[in-house]
């Protein structure tokens, strides 16, 4: 079969961190970053006799998941117990949910290329976060970290129904923005809060079966599952190309090779001993508590992006670009409420401001925490350009320091005297000594070289350092030069 | 031997309160006894006599200050599966042979508010594992009836400590009858609570679904005192449960006119020793001549209930001793070359027999293929002896049944067939599949004078109705009272 032939089926399993403030089965502090086994306790220590109280917030948190996603939340569920040996697991098994999710159901909705697309889940459980091995750390010894253990986990997978990495990760990004907009999950992949293992195969197009699976894991960032399933897609393709059988096997993404490797074969395959868990009672979930939880639900990333395009007026781009996080979408309508200028401001927030962003690296972080400009300030200098204050270029400037100091920019503006020069005399002197000073471009200009017009609006800038109104340049040139 | 270390819990109450007696002399004389009487029964895994002397003054000083409490400087003593803060709590296992408890167990910590003295930990069958306290790492229990027989299992030290007085109360755990099966065995009294009555929280687990902490004590009414202490619902326990604990003592008024009691007839069957069989009929009588109503039930699925047993606390306990694998606590193997050859030497050197032969069994039965035709099928047949309970309590108020089908048999006489040692259960186990309450109690001798054990099983959070039932026979007759002569003077 010829390459371009075979379909990708490519199904998500994305693991999400949930932002309670304790554990999901004792009350252990579930921060992060605390030092090695600080957040610990008997219970997640799994000392012996201690037995699991379920957080109930961790419920609620996995309803609002399931309520946001329209999935059915299940009256009633079950805690169960994955059973395997490992030394980061301190009871010998993992609590999760098996045969009776909290969720079952629900979809996405994405859009690539302007194509909308639904993606259904087939379900979203909960479960309790492992320790971390430390090898090496300590001559020849490894040494756990039990923090993470019984941090509460969302497990949300997906139907086998994405085409493409592009599909992926649009679908990936609209989960995280799901869940950040329900304040449930930071999102961060690179700190492991949000974590994706990918399914992918490839079937001859127009064939109903599946092909062989291939797990992927070890990806901590949206371009890391990109490249991973497209180098996937691009390895299966091959290896049936070439008349060869892909075998079912979980692969780790190297990302500095930028390949997938094996991790292990078949033989090691898992048997996990799934049980109901004797210590947690089912979970009973009625009526009125799923009311009341889809009552605090807030306004979700496609609902906000379409208020953006009613009241604000914005075209559908900026919408999508401002509404991908909740963070921002919330800095943009703060800034808008200091200052109308609806548009101005998205150009400015998609610009300037997410560039600066991307270069701090603070894409993985929720923004407004360490984000120095202040939605005010923001505000104040749209405004400044708006009041013919200060130019457009000049504007860049005042935004630097104040990315730089978190600084005032009607103060920036004034320290350093970048109010811009709208008044007429000034300019003239300054058009007039731009004019004498260049008599050759000026007869060259009058002859028709229409082009060196932007040559003089240059030096005029120039000599005003940048302050001098374009507006007024313009006009005072052109007469000059008419002259 | 001392008078005091023979008193009920409720007599030496009684003391207390009158100041005829203090914490320290109760204590002290439990202490005596224990040490006379130790090399002979084994009894105790650790004996805490400096912190129990201490526990006894400060009883002392509470009562002082007009503090009571039905144990307020009660000498009793916990089975070594129940932690104790900063006492060495190790399951009778190799494996936990080091392990000091970090925290309390809600019932010791109970214990402990209530000024109960602690003595001790006592011996058991590792993770309570048996039915005959030959399993223990620590070396065999003896019974002070006959100290070349095994006193039950698996909390065979809790049953010997009351009967040979070493201490006036204790705790075990009962998973498939391993309270009330030692209590018959060394002739005192074991009350097995419903299950979610008493926390679990700081029990160390063998079958989560199936055990449940109990109190062992010369009388019934001692048993009462204690579970009225250690009963009640308790948070860091799912599934316990939010009821009010009555008042049991209140209960106690020695009546039973109009008790209907139910008799199954599938517990009186071949195999049966006739002397149990005998004693049994003739405590109904007694039961009936005050007023009672006795007649014959069926429970139909109580055959299947070994079997059924089986696989449900095999199953649990081959995941809740997977925590046991030498690397956060207790033993682990010296000489391991990576981690898989650590887990295997650490878990072969740490656990028993009886222990590596039910992770096997609970194992396969959990593992892919065989989990629908084991542990399913096992819950569902689980659930049909919970029913033939349900339709006999329907119009009956407790069933009566032998505890054991035999007297304490010799030691090492059953430890080569695992299968007739299962079978020393055979008469509690289906009331923990139900989740039931149920009591032993001492109706009666053997000619070889060993004790015979009487059961008595209530509806569900109906600990006072059983209490009530065998405090009315226990006031009938004088078994409670007599003592081995074996260990009487301290030496066997
Ligand atoms: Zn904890």
Redesign the pocket.
Known sequence: MARGQYEPVIGLEVHAELLTAA?V????SAKFGAPPNQ???????GMPGTLPVVNRRVIEFAMRAGLATRSEIAHYSRWARKNYFYPDLPKGYQISQYELPICTGGAVDIEVEGAPRTIRLTRIHMEEDTGKNIHDAHGDASLVDFNR??VPLLEIVSEPELRSAAEAGAYLRKLRAILQYLEICDGNMEEGSFRCDANVSIRPVGSKPFGIKVEIKNMNSFRAVERAIEYEIERQTTVLDDGGRLVQETRLWDPDRELTRSMRSKEFADDYRYFPDPDLLPLVIDDAWIAAVRETLPELPDARRQRFVDRYGLPAYDAEVLTQRKDLADYYEAVVRHHANAKAISNWIMGDVLRVVRERKLDNAPIIHDWPVLPERLAALVKLIDDGEISGKIAKTVFEEMVSTGGSPVEIVAARGLTQISDDAAIQAAVDAVIGANTAKVAEYRGGKDKLFGFFVGQVMKATEGKANPQKVNELLRAALAG | MSELTRLSIDEAADLLKRRQVSAEDLTRAALERIAATEPALHSFITVTAEGAMEEARAADARRARGEHGPLLGIPVAIKDIILTRGTRTTAGSKILSTFVAPYDATVSARLRAAGAVCVGKLNCDEFAMGSSTENSAFGVTRNPWDTERVPGGSSGGSASAIAAAQCLGTLGTDTGGSIRQPAACCGVVGLKPTYGRVSRYGVIAYASSLDQVGPLARTVRGCAAMLGVVAGHDTADSTSVPRPVPDYAAHLDGKVRGLRIAVPREYFVEGVQPEVEAAVRTALHALEGQGANVSEVSLPHTRYAVATYYLVATAEASSNLARYDGVKYGHRAAAAEGLVDMYRKTRAEGFGAEVKRRIMLGTYALSAGYYDAYYLRAQKVRTLIRRDFEAVFAEHDVVLTPTAPTTAFRIGERTSDPLQMYLSDIFTISVNLAGLPAISLPCGFDTRGLPIGLQIIGRPFAEEIVLKAADAYERLTEWHRRTPDAVAQGGA
Do not use: A, E, H
């Open positions: 554990k089965f004792c009350g252990c957040n610990t306790c008997p219970v997640c220590l253990c019984g």
